[in-house]
């Protein structure tokens, strides 16, 4: 199977990565908590070896200070219990000032508000969307340590309502995971979805793992809706998608971003999915993007750069190993800080790559500012650690995801706020 496949080859990767090749005294040790198995396995594989190839480029360009970044990598099973255990372990034993995941809200949030805020630890997830981590932050509790490098699905929902409607779907059933992230993007969807004069026939939540979904299905057909709105990650998802076909239902289906996944388009049959569209965290190309999606195939072992969380993962590694080497030491309150220095305006622009990376190094050695340009774009962490940026607006085509179009962050807010 080609995940265990893609899996067994990340540990194989990821041990020979121990290996020293700049000062062994001095590597400087990252946590990673990534969903590698689970129902968002897909997710954290891609994103693991992201973050590998950015600590590699930034190695090979010198390190930090002659130090090697280090990632030791761990398997939160897409569980919370578990992230937190593997969370705790590298914050109370290997002395990390950064962890690097979750991928999925429902891991980074136990992670956040039980290890890594009360620890005073920088956390960066590259794609927990979930705007509970937003009311955290702007609650006070999360010791200002988080930040994240994809646009919260109070956004996210937002936009997928306008894509909706534009595709012509009026009356819309939705099936959702029920967690912090699914309830949140299904809340965001609704109030823009009706707002614009959608009809949301049925709201079914479901538990992850099961080895049927059929009554989800049959519930979820009531009321005869145009399409099904289905929020939810690509092994499960699959599994809904195949009981609400052979169950009868209309085959038009809108998705969420981890949706956009090969595994999930050859487990449901590409045939079922031509009217497919959905909705992702998007990009604003830069010569990082071109740099990504030219060499992270190849160095991943045949993981697709358009795989979900992969962009954005190599960019939470590039301004992690950044912000160390601003912060000049192993510091979690001074890489803190350093964060929000390497993307700030005003420094000089640093792409993604061994060769940029050289130039980044060496300027910020003299004490100058740069400024990250990363694979999903130019992005700068406001007060809460969130970014904005366009969403991408997509659709399955002969078995490939292709992009149709690309909403603003500035129309996406408009509709949010009403305007």
């Not at 965001?188 to 059929?214: D, H, M, R, V, W």
């Not at 998705?255 to 996944?261: F, K, P, R, V, W």
């Amino acid at each position: 199977m080609r995940s265990s496949y893609l899996l067994a080859a990340l540990f194989t990767t990821l041990a020979a990565s121990a290996s020293p090749a700049l000062s062994a005294d001095c590597d400087i040790t990252v946590g990673l908590v990534m969903e590698l198995t689970g129902p968002a396995g897909e997710y954290g594989q891609a994103g693991a070896k992201s973050v590998e190839m950015a600590f590699r480029d930034i190695n090979e360009a010198g390190g930090v200070a002659g130090c090697k970044l280090v990632a030791d990598t761990r398997d939160s099973q897409s569980q919370g219990n578990v992230a937190v255990d593997q969370a705790t372990q590298l914050v109370n034993i290997k002395k990390v000032p950064v962890i690097i995941g979750g991928i999925i809200s429902s891991v980074s949030i136990p992670i956040l508000t039980s290890v890594t805020a009360p620890a005073g630890v920088v956390q960066v997830s590259p794609a927990s969307s979930s705007p509970t981590l937003t009311a955290l932050g702007r609650d006070g509790k999360t010791n200002g340590v988080f930040f994240r490098t994809i646009t919260s699905d109070a956004l996210q929902g937002t936009a997928a309502a306008k894509y909706a409607i534009d595709q012509g779907l009026k009356k819309i059933a939705i099936i959702n995971v029920n967690n912090d992230f699914g309830v949140n993007m299904v809340r965001e969807f609704k109030t823009a979805y009706e707002k614009l004069g959608g009809t949301i026939t049925t709201t079914t939540p479901y538990n992850e793992k099961q080895s049927s979904y059929a009554s989800e299905a049959s519930a979820a057909m009531a009321g005869e809706p145009d399409a099904l709105y289905l929020v939810s990650t690509p092994v499960d998802g699959a599994t809904i998608a195949r009981a609400w076909i052979s169950g009868g239902g209309k085959q038009t289906f809108l998705l969420n971003d981890g949706m956009n996944s090969k595994d999930f388009i050859e487990s449901v049959g590409a045939q079922y999915l031509e009217n497919a569209y959905g909705t992702s965290s998007g990009t604003s190309p830069t010569a990082s993007t071109e740099y990504f999606n030219a060499n992270y195939e190849a160095f991943s072992g045949g993981i697709a750069p358009s795989a979900p969380a992969a962009d954005r993962s190599y960019d939470a590694g590039a301004i992690v190993g950044l912000a160390i080497a601003k912060a000049g030491k192993s510091d979690a309150a001074a890489i803190k800080t350093a964060m929000r220095e390497v993307v700030a305006a005003g420094g000089t622009p640093i792409h993604a790559g061994k060769e940029e990376f050289v130039k980044a190094l060496s300027l910020i050695k003299e004490g100058k500012p740069v400024k990250y340009e990363g694979v999903i774009g130019p992005v700068s962490f406001d007060q809460y650690g969130d970014i904005t940026g366009p969403f991408r607006l997509w659709k399955i085509t002969n078995g490939d995801v292709t992009t149709v179009g690309e909403l603003s962050a500035d129309e996406v807010g408009k509709l949010k706020d009403g305007k």
